[in-house]
């Protein structure tokens, strides 16, 4: 199992001054260290649940561009592009320009967003969660389509594109798309059909573990109605628990989700605490979860 590093909380202590230099530190050690995914969320405001908009939030892709000029070997995404924020050929080209920079470290990161105080509060339109999916799903087909050899048009219900140019291409010809969530009958689906990864959230209760079982079985059988390939979907999680504090309990939990499939898990720094030496002691882990 690989180990991904959700970096979701910018306050720690005098943030103020020292924000830019954790950040960087951080990378670099999850770099140097062997963590396989670094990312970071796609909000203008802080969640609620970590501290409200007043707490300090940094831009996702702007921050992403600035950690594949300081990083090696990680790959970079956000946890999850929301799709209302861009429109889906400039989102194209921004990931694509990301991958470039960095070697073809890139991950589109997706979903179809849901902090309505944000958008609310800059202005930003917030369709009808039906809506919401119906752009998330044209998104993906455009992207698709512009890390192709076709270069015509995009007739859409919510987006038309009379060209769909974009060059230069990915390293490697596309950007593999992650789609977060665990919606059973909208988002599932649209990893079964469009995805090349999934993201869920797991925890160390026996509840928690069986809601991932179940949301596995879920898209194996979209993967089945679909025709899709469900091995070939890469399958992570956040997990919401103690991780450095007891690492043995830790280790033990994840050997349980590597048996349903799950080759990555994401940890997060807590709020509030130093991000440096919380990361020089994950990194720790790093040869024994690989190792399971």
Sequence with gaps: MDLGLHYF?????????????????????????????????DHWFQMEQAGGPFEPMLEGY?????????????????????????????????????????????LLGMGAAWYEREHQGLGVPYPPTAERFERLEETLEICRQMWSEND??????????????????PVNG???????????????????????GTNLFGGPSPEAVETVRHKLEV????????????????????????????????LRSMEEYA?????????????????VPWTTSLVDLVPRLQAI
């Design 9 to 41: 909380t910018f306050t720690h202590p005098e943030w103020e001054t020292t924000l830019a230099d954790k950040l960087t530190e951080t990378a670099r050690i999850a770099d140097e260290g062997g963590v396989d995914l670094f990312t970071v969320m």
């Design 62 to 106: 702007t921050t992403l561009g600035y950690l594949a000029g300081i990083t090696d070997n990680v790959r970079l995404s956000l946890l999850v592009t929301g799709v209302t924020y861009r429109h889906p050929g400039l989102l194209a080209k921004t990931v694509t320009t990301l991958d470039r920079l960095s070697g073809g470290r890139a």
């Design 152 to 169: 015509g048009a995009y007739d859409g219900k919510h987006y038309q594109l009379t060209e769909t140019i974009s060059l230069p291409q």
């Design 174 to 196: 596309t950007v593999p798309i992650l789609i977060g969530g665990g919606g059973e009958k909208k988002t599932l689906r649209l990893v079964a059909k469009h995805g090349q």
């Design 219 to 250: 898209l194996r059988g979209h993967c089945d109605d679909l025709g899709t390939d469900y091995d070939a979907i890469e399958k992570t999680m956040l997990f919401q628990g103690p991780s450095v504090q007891d690492p043995d309990a830790f």
């Design 259 to 275: 048996a349903l499939g799950i080759t990555l898990v994401g940890l997060m720094p807590t709020p509030y605490v130093d991000p």
